[in-house]
């Protein structure tokens, strides 16, 4: 466990691609804000749920630049425990969550992978943004996550998602893909900040060998989509070898080009060169969101188009 | 001696509910139809797929055949059960299309409803048809129930 106290020296790695890297470690003392998306397709008047909230001493007001989000106060209000979240009105997620499915821009009557979807507030997201009209494919590999996005998707009434199992890297072929949505598994630097009972939420990636594992992810989700099609890579962690490096990566053994985004959110460009190394000129089309300039969890969106 | 942790099983072998025939869909979009006034047309983007006890509805996809090559674990909402020889609307679907039912709508109040979640049987006399409900309460569908004359049964999860 990374103490509040060596965070200084674990991110001063970063110190020259994190802007006003000073204030990026004061925000780290700050609890992350509460925020929750509005599920449309079953709640059929937002002020049913804000009512709700207020009853039980909670307020809850809509973010202007992003769609179906509200920001609630207190930030320690239990959101899990209402009955606006038990009838799945609510899905409790962070704003920049919602970022990597902007990103998808997904549409009604694609075929969409989200091939690390546990606990699906991305599929959700899919599912809620194509009025329950996209086809979804939910994939995790580990049974134990599997049941938790299908008690969400239960919860949240999502009728077009169907569930898998398999571990992304081998990932069957045979479907042919609109888009593939890679929320890879990474080190969560982006998260890491002093929590809501003054506990770290950093998690220490051990000896896994993470880049490994996005890279063997990414290629395949790559191998899964038409020609023509997008993949959406995203991690929250700030580390380049868990982001620009993987895509660069991709983008060495594949024919594909990155494509700019609009997002709702401050961001900065990708990275082109990292320890030395050059990388491939389209990942300033990346976009880098920090933990500070957002209120919200560090975030890497890279949106490919797959070019043969 | 420790008792064996249990294990949920995966089934390898898993494979595809069965798509309905067109009567099979008939019967229970009219089913919804008829009990709760939901029109048949509001389903038109689903398919209606079938298990042993169970109704799925699940989005058209372009092409089925392809995503019939996975090894599925879910499909799409759980919608209707069989239930001996009878249809039963799931809490899930109605929590979903509940709020478009125009008959057999129960409106309880915040402590009705409590007691019901409480008790799964309450006195209640409504002019309503014998047979499943849809309970609401403040305008949040909460799921079914079972009227008869004189007495609510609770089907909430």
Request: glycine share 6%; aromatic share 10%.
């Amino acid at each position: 466990m990374l103490t509040l106290a060596e965070a200084p020296a674990y991110f001063e790695r970063y110190r020259e691609i994190i802007p006003d890297f000073e204030r990026f470690l004061e925000h780290l003392k700050e609890p992350l804000p509460l925020y929750f998306r509005l599920n449309e397709l079953k709640c059929p008047d937002p002020e049913i749920v804000i009512r709700g909230l207020a009853r039980q001493g909670a307020r809850a007001e809509p973010v202007e630049r992003v769609p179906n989000f509200y920001r609630v106060e207190p930030r320690t209000f239990p959101l899990g425990n209402t009955e606006e979240y038990y009838l799945g009105y609510i899905y409790p997620m962070t704003l920049n969550s919602s970022l990597p499915v902007i990103a998808l821009d997904p549409q009604p009557g694609e075929v969409i992978l989200d091939m690390c979807a546990a606990p699906g507030s991305k599929t959700t997201q899919i599912a809620q943004v194509t009025g329950d009209q996209a086809v979804i494919v939910a994939n995790d590999r580990r049974l134990d996550r599997l049941t938790a996005l299908v008690a969400n998707l239960k919860r949240l009434g999502i009728a077009c998602a169907m569930t898998t199992l398999y571990r992304g890297e081998e990932f069957p072929h045979g479907v042919p893909f609109d888009k593939v949505l890679v929320d890879a598994p990474c080190s969560g630097e982006g998260r890491y900040r002093q929590g809501y009972e003054g506990e770290l939420l950093y998690q220490k990636e051990g000896r896994t060998n993470l880049p490994a594992i996005q890279k063997g992810l990414l290629v395949r989700a790559f191998d899964l989509v038409r020609v023509g099609g997008i993949v959406v890579y995203s991690t929250c962690t700030i580390n380049p070898d868990e982001n620009e490096m993987v895509v660069d990566y991709l983008l060495r053994k594949r024919q594909g080009r990155i494509i700019e985004c609009h997002y709702p959110q401050p961001h900065h460009p990708g990275l082109t060169e990292w320890e030395g190394k050059i990388l491939h000129p389209d990942l300033k089309k990346a976009a880098r969101f920090f933990p500070h300039e957002t209120d919200s969890v560090g975030f890497f969106v890279a949106k490919i188009e797959r070019l043969m | 001696m420790a008792k064996k942790a249990r294990r949920k099983r995966i089934h390898q072998q898993a494979v595809w509910p069965r798509t309905t025939s067109l009567e099979e869909r008939e019967a229970v979009l009219s089913f919804w139809e008829e009990r709760f006034g939901i029109p048949k047309e509001t389903f038109d983007p689903y398919l209606l797929l079938a298990t042993a006890k169970n109704y799925w509805l699940f989005v058209k996809p372009p092409d089925l055949k392809a995503l019939q090559g996975l090894r599925v674990q879910t499909t799409g909402l759980l919608f209707t059960r069989k239930v001996s020889r009878w249809l039963k609307p799931t809490s899930t679907a109605l929590q979903r299309f509940g709020h478009l039912a125009t008959k057999n709508v129960v409106q309880l109040s915040p402590a009705e409803l409590d007691r019901l979640r409480r008790e799964r049987k309450i006195s209640y006399e409504a002019p309503l048809e014998e047979g499943y409900v849809v309970i609401s309460c403040e305008g949040k569908v909460w799921g079914c129930g079972l009227y008869t004359p004189g007495k609510l049964i609770s089907y909430l999860p």
